[in-house]
């Protein structure tokens, strides 16, 4: 059940983002008048499972879930009509219009991508503004996994800033790692200020593991609710119960007794908790599956929280500056792909890593801020000056202005096939990452 939900909520947001920017295209093409043939969310090659004409546009669903297009009369495209461009050019035709008018036609999926994500940011500022543990409240400190160790740091460590800026978020350790390629941490461990030097290698482990979230709050272990039927409901645990050791070792925070518990699935455990100020001891089943059975209250609701809340007219440039926020990371990001040190390449991934992002659950917040980062990330691969991406067709229209000279329509169309079959290249390498990391 959580494969379907998760690919249909990837399925979706594709569908939407497709559909936006080819809508870019379809727009800025009538605007100046010129035909368009098709519009179609997927290709239809060889048969569509839906279609029907309005004026002088198909409009169709295709059988291959890879994308959509907008087949523009007089353009060489991925539908590589020869025969069309063998005849004379008329009016209405892509090849007639202006040079400007073809760099507005072509640029239109790309900013209708950009307008969409600043809109999504924006409304789900609106909707559910912006909520974070400030780092200031942690008091346990952060609990860390095996990749956030090997850079220096420790569970209970508190994070002070990172290369000597005040950090406010525990995501922000993570992103100036990643996208400012930071030196340093500085953190309060055991009363003493310490100095960490990011071990060397460290971005290179952070990229390949694909872990935003090696740093998170520590917290206490108390009860939040309990799985029907585990051995903690059997056991009677109630909410607020603060489990405090298991089998006579001191386990306080969740990251240390959530190993043990995993370490002793499918036994009985001595478990002892805290209970309005009494100390009680009880034996509890662990499932086969390495499960106490108890759903932790979230660090969120023990430490609180500092929330913004938008109005709707504010959210919009809040939506804005998230964006082009989300645009500079992404393409910091993208940078690693050429590291000879990162070899971010080898973390490409398709359709099964875009879908492990997704929320197990139907989640609309989680949902639409996939969606909003997706349709940026979108936008920037379309921008890429590579034939048969929208990006090659502004290079050539951008020469052509410049020059004063248009390549000739057997250029482009040799120009078309060379990206298709590039991106074709891509894709397989993309699911092939996929594929050999399940595997691993």
Do not use: C
């Not at 409009?59 to 991925?78: F, R």
């Not at 055991?190 to 090696?214: N, P, Q, R, V, Y």
């Not at 990371?329 to 971010?344: A, C, D, M, R, T």
Request: proline share 4%.
């Amino acid at each position: 059940m959580i494969i379907l939900i998760k690919a249909l909520q990837l399925i979706l947001s594709l569908s939407i983002l497709v559909i936006v920017h080819e809508f870019g295209h379809f727009i800025a093409a009538r605007i100046f008048k010129t035909k368009v043939e098709k519009f179609y969310l997927f290709f239809d090659w060889g048969f569509s499972l839906l279609k029907f004409k309005k004026g002088e546009t198909e409009y169709g669903i295709g059988w291959l879930p890879l994308g959509g297009y907008v087949k523009i009369a007089g353009m060489v495209d991925e539908s590589m009509d020869k025969e069309q461009m063998k005849l004379p050019p008329q009016p209405w035709e892509f090849r007639s219009k202006p040079a400007w008018q073809r760099l507005i036609i072509m640029m239109g999926g790309i900013i209708m991508n950009v307008i969409l994500g600043i809109f999504i940011y924006s409304m789900i500022l609106f909707a559910w503004g912006e909520e974070y543990i400030p780092v200031a409240n942690m008091q346990n400190g952060v609990s860390v996994d095996s990749t956030a160790m090997r850079m220096g740091l420790q569970n209970g460590d508190k994070i002070i800033a990172v290369d000597g800026n005040q950090v406010e978020k525990i995501t922000d350790v993570f992103s100036k790692i990643v996208f400012d390629d930071a030196k340093t941490i500085q953190v309060e461990r055991a009363g003493e200020k310490i100095d960490i030097t990011i071990a060397e290698g460290s971005l290179k482990e952070i990229i390949a593991t694909a872990k935003g979230d090696l740093i998170n709050p520590r917290f206490a272990f108390y009860v939040d609710s309990l799985e029907p039927g585990s051995g903690a409901d059997k056991a009677k645990l109630l909410r607020n119960d603060q489990i405090i050791a298991i089998d006579g070792i001191s386990l306080p925070y969740y990251d240390l007794a959530k190993p043990y518990i995993v370490e002793h699935k499918g036994k009985s455990v001595s478990v002892t908790l805290l209970r309005q100020g009494d100390t009680i001891i009880t034996p509890i089943s662990i499932s086969s599956e390495g499960a106490l059975g108890v759903y932790p209250i979230a660090p969120e609701k023990l430490f609180g929280t500092k929330k913004f809340e938008y109005g709707f007219w504010a959210s919009f440039p809040a939506g804005y500056n998230k964006t082009w926020t989300t645009l500079g990371n992404y393409v910091k990001q993208f940078k690693l792909i050429f590291s000879p040190e990162v070899q971010g390449y080898k973390q490409i991934g398709g359709f099964i890593t875009m879908g492990k992002v997704m929320s197990p659950t139907w989640n609309w917040q989680s949902f639409w801020s996939f969606s909003a980062f997706l349709s940026i990330a979108l936008a920037f691969m379309n921008f890429l000056p590579i034939p048969a991406l929208d990006g090659g067709h502004v290079l050539f229209t951008l020469y052509e202005m410049v020059t004063r000279r248009k390549p000739s329509d057997k250029f482009l169309e040799y120009a078309q096939v060379v990206g298709m079959v590039f991106l074709l290249a891509l894709m397989v390498f993309a699911n092939g990452n996929d594929i050999i990391k399940l595997f691993r």
